[in-house]
């Protein structure tokens, strides 16, 4: 079983940078896709964004596209959410976790704890 542990969340002003990461530990996760979910008080969890297991190929929310980049350092095991020009309605929880394939269906079957991320006007 494979254990995730997200850090670098904190406060931050609007216009501002953070760099989340995300520790794998227990098996490697090189050959898996990764996401990043955030979820703000009394919203639903939302996608931010993904990567291939290579690092080779990266989708993201069109509300985060062209502010965030995710990446990985699969020597490291670690899966990092570099986000730039942050916006208070970037306030929540964020969350990774693990792409696997089960019966030819994605889904995501081990999550962090999440760190949170507070953005100031």
């Known amino acids: 079983q494979v254990q995730l542990v997200e850090s670098g969340g904190g406060l931050v002003q609007a216009g501002g940078s953070l760099r989340l990461a995300c520790a794998a530990s227990g098996r490697t996760v090189s050959s898996y896709a990764m996401g990043w979910f955030r979820q703000a008080p009394g919203k639903e969890r939302e996608f931010v964004a993904r990567?291939?297991?290579?690092?080779?190929?990266?989708y993201y929310a069109d509300s985060v596209k062209g502010r965030f980049t995710i990446s990985r350092d699969n020597a490291k095991n670690t899966v990092f959410l570099q986000m730039n020009s942050l916006k208070p309605e970037d306030t929540a929880v964020y969350y990774c976790?693990?792409?696997?394939?089960?019966?030819?269906?994605?889904?995501?079957?081990?999550w962090g704890q999440g760190t949170q991320v507070t953005v100031s006007s």
């Open positions: 990567i291939s297991g290579s690092g080779g190929s990266t």
């Open positions: 976790a693990r792409r696997t394939l089960v019966n030819g269906n994605y889904r995501y079957d081990s």
